[in-house]
């Protein structure tokens, strides 16, 4: 049924239920998978004469380290159910189209992703990549709570 399995993860403890939930899943039905991790673009925090200043090399030096420690724990933690994944780092992009665009890309046929589940205020104050996912996905999304 699924044939090919995107897990998004940051590297959160949270983030980790939906991998270990994903690769488990992955490894019950023989499917395929792929690990993504995404890194923001660079925060504007003013501008102007007074403008906070950070240089982009760094940051993004810096986005690319942690996007390859996450991925080599997900690797070892697949390593360890021996599955074979395959990983992708999409920087300087927003993490639910980046998300979206990779399985379309892929041809991945689900998503696999963890949420805190807010809701009400906090949800808007807060944001939800996952809502986002949900709302622009053509394929089906797993949501671990």
Known sequence: ?????????DGSALAQRGVDHG????KALGSK???????EPLPVLATGDGAWARDLKGYEADQTKCAEGVLSAVKASAAKMQLEVN???VSNSYPASAIVETAQKLGCNLIVMASHGRRGIKKVLLGSQTS??????TVPV????
């Open 33 to 39: 998978v792929t690990i993504i991790t995404v890194t």
């Open 87 to 89: 990983t992708a780092h």
């Open 1 to 9: 049924m699924y044939t090919h399995i995107l897990i998004s993860t």
């Open 23 to 26: 690769l488990s899943l992955a």
């Open 132 to 137: 986002d996912v949900l709302v622009t996905a």
């Open 142 to 145: 797993l949501v671990i709570h």
